[in-house]
Structures are given as structure tokens and as C-alpha cells.
């Protein structure tokens, strides 16, 4: 049974400043993605990396693609209220096979 | 397109009554899953299918039942709702090949 280790499980921040959430793994993916979940929504997908080394930068949020391709980190540079969320990875493998995923890093960015 | 939607929004129901959440999608994904959400638990796989007419379980499939007719639609009946069955269910879908998953709002489930 594959399985992806996120933490921190919890994290409150001020506004302004930086953090780094990991998502860790004994297995191999083809891919790792990241989804953001708000209060009383679906996750939405952020972003997937498929290669292993691959840096996404999507506005503040870095993503990172282990070499190895089992594990992943998300850093957010000067956090926003609007950054407070459930961040959550998620495990691909090749063909139909269901994503595997993490339990998430609950986020919280106080003004 | 609307994506994936989900219906009821919200239920409540007693111990042993019966249900089915809805799901649809018009993106003709032929990926369709159902995960429930609790707190600490992150997303459990309930069931899967990869296509119309075809289905398998996940993680945590006991109490569940699935079909899919179609393949715009992917309903979850629970036969005897029990209260370990209070959870947050989403519903997703993906184009086979592809890795976005897309997912619904959510139905929120208080079993009594």
C-alpha cells in the first residue's frame, strides 16, 4: 500500500511571513500534485510536477519534485489570509490507478 | 460547463434509513470516484470506476453501493445509514490519461 506523509499536520502563520509543507513517501509516483481545499469546497487543483527535480513556481508558491520522485515540498513565500486552506498531495501512478492522498496540512494565515 | 455537481448539498438522516447521493459531471470524463472526509482522516477512496458499466472498490467501500449507466453520472446508494457513515463525500473525475481530477462540492452527511 502506497502512502504520502504530509506535515506539518497544522500550521498558523502571521501574514508576511514564509513556510514549507512536505509530502513524503516510501514509493515512487509518476506524479505528485498539489490541491488546495477552502472551508465548504472541493480541493482544487494547484499544480502537478512529473519530473523528478521539477521546481513549479506558481506566483508566491514553489512546488518541488523530489529526485527520486517520492516526495514533494510546497513553500509559500509571504503568506496571505487568502493562502489559509487545506493543502493536500496527492500520488499518481501510470493508467487508471486511483490517486493516493496525504492528509493534508491545515494552514492558517492570521493578519 | 457546470463540471462536477453534486446533490443533496446537505442531509440528515436516522440509523437504517436508505439514500443516494448524486453525482454527475459533463466533461465526458470516463474516471469517476466517490471519497469521504473526516477530521484527521484527510480522503478516503470509497469506490471507483473507470468507465460505464464498470466499477471497484477503495479503501473503504463497506456500506457502500455504486453503478454507473452512464458516463456522465456516478451515484452512491447507502443501503442502512449508520452513524459512522457522518462524513463529508466528495465526488471527482478525471479524463482517463490525464491527472487533473476535478472535484464537486461536496454532500454533507449527518447520520442520527
Known amino acids: 500500500t502506497q502512502l504520502l506523509e504530509q506535515s506539518p499536520q497544522f500550521l498558523s502563520i502571521q501574514e508576511g511571513e514564509n513556510l514549507t509543507v512536505y509530502c513524503n513517501s516510501s514509493?515512487?509516483?509518476?506524479?505528485l500534485q498539489w490541491y488546495r481545499q477552502e472551508p465548504g469546497e472541493g480541493p482544487v487543483l494547484l499544480v502537478t510536477?512529473?519530473?523528478?527535480?521539477e521546481v513549479k513556481k506558481l506566483k508566491r508558491l514553489t512546488f518541488q519534485f523530489g529526485d527520486a520522485r517520492k516526495d514533494s515540498s510546497l513553500h509559500i513565500t509571504a503568506a496571505q489570509t487568502g493562502d489559509t486552506g487545506l493543502y493536500l498531495c496527492?500520488?499518481?501512478?501510470?493508467?487508471?490507478?486511483?490517486?493516493?492522498f496525504g492528509k493534508g496540512t491545515r494552514l492558517s494565515v492570521i493578519a | 460547463n457546470a463540471g462536477v455537481t453534486q446533490t443533496p448539498k446537505f442531509q440528515v438522516l436516522k440509523t437504517g434509513q436508505s439514500m443516494t447521493l448524486q453525482c454527475a459531471q459533463d466533461?465526458?470524463?470516463?474516471?469517476m470516484s466517490w471519497y469521504r472526509q473526516d477530521p484527521g482522516m484527510g480522503l478516503r477512496l470509497i469506490h471507483y470506476?473507470?468507465?460505464?458499466?464498470?466499477?471497484d472498490q477503495g479503501e473503504v467501500p463497506n456500506g457502500y453501493n455504486v453503478s454507473r449507466s452512464t458516463t456522465e453520472d456516478f451515484p452512491l446508494r447507502l443501503l442502512s445509514a449508520a452513524p459512522s457513515q457522518t462524513s463529508v463525500y466528495f465526488c471527482a473525475s478525471r479524463s482517463s490519461g490525464k491527472e487533473t481530477q476535478y472535484f464537486g462540492p461536496g454532500t454533507r452527511l449527518l447520520v442520527l
Open positions: 470506476s473507470v468507465g460505464a458499466g464498470i466499477t
Open positions: 496527492a500520488g499518481a501512478n501510470s493508467g487508471n490507478t486511483p490517486l493516493v
Open positions: 466533461m465526458n470524463h470516463e474516471y
Open positions: 510536477v512529473v519530473t523528478g527535480g
Open positions: 514509493s515512487v509516483f509518476s506524479s
